[in-house]
């Protein structure tokens, strides 16, 4: 069985430009969550998706944006891309009942 | 808000000795989830324990086992025989068990396996 799976693995952008990340949950995980691992800050929660809609949201901007698809994968938008955005962006899924979230092996974002 | 800290930033083992890794956290919450996870160079977060705040027996996966005290609110990890394959970041981690919540992280402890 296929675990949580993420592209790009390494994405470099500049200062001003939207990034894209891709998510694709284990087979029959109904929810997605996102989070931003930067350097020295720990893992922080961004997004939480399930079935289709924004069930929560951490302490981030709104040009943090994203989007669950009726297949459950997932996207995560970052707009006015910041050199503070440079990060481990992190993906996991889960289903109802399991309470264990499986993550993805990340994409690494870096702004220029 | 719960909090999780980890006071340990790095710790060393020589390789078949065991370790334990500390672990305490902030809730009001009486029923929630408790995680460590382990992420090796390969970024890739991998669970290693889980143990439910209402079971008072504490968790074990093969070498790995918890002490879990609730009224203490600590978490600690314990990695026994340790081998090199152990080296990697450990995240201890909170969720709350009311729905399927965000999950808290701690900052980690880095843990170096020493041949």
């Known amino acids: 069985e296929a675990g949580v799976t993420q592209s790009p693995t390494h994405l470099i952008k500049t200062r001003g430009q939207q990034a894209t990340l891709r998510c694709s949950p284990i087979?029959?995980?109904?929810?997605v969550y996102w989070y931003q691992q930067a350097l020295g800050l720990g893992l922080q929660f961004l997004l939480w998706y399930d079935e289709g809609e924004e069930r929560n949201r951490g302490n981030f901007p709104p040009r943090f944006s994203g989007r669950q698809f009726p297949n459950y994968s997932s996207e995560l938008n970052v707009n006015a891309l910041e050199l503070e955005d440079s990060a481990l962006y992190l993906c996991a899924s889960t289903f109802g009942g399991l309470n264990i979230q499986y993550f993805g092996a990340g994409t690494r974002l870096s702004v220029l | 808000a719960q909090t999780v800290t980890q006071s340990q930033p790095e710790m060393s083992v020589q390789e078949a000795e065991t370790v334990t890794l500390s672990c305490t956290y902030d809730t009001s919450e009486s029923n929630y989830y408790l995680f460590w996870y382990k992420q090796p160079p390969s970024r890739q977060m991998i669970l290693v324990i889980r143990?439910?705040?209402?079971?008072?027996q504490n968790a074990t996966e093969n070498r790995f086992s918890v002490n879990f005290q609730k009224a203490a609110k600590s978490f600690s990890l314990k990695i026994s025989d340790s081998q090199l394959g152990d080296t990697a970041m450990y995240f201890c981690?909170?969720?709350?068990?009311?729905?399927?919540?965000?999950?808290?992280f701690g900052p980690g402890t880095s843990l170096s396996v020493i041949p």
């Open positions: 143990q439910e705040a209402y079971k008072q």
């Open positions: 981690a909170f969720m709350k068990a009311a729905s399927y919540d965000k999950v808290i």
């Open positions: 087979s029959g995980h109904t929810s």
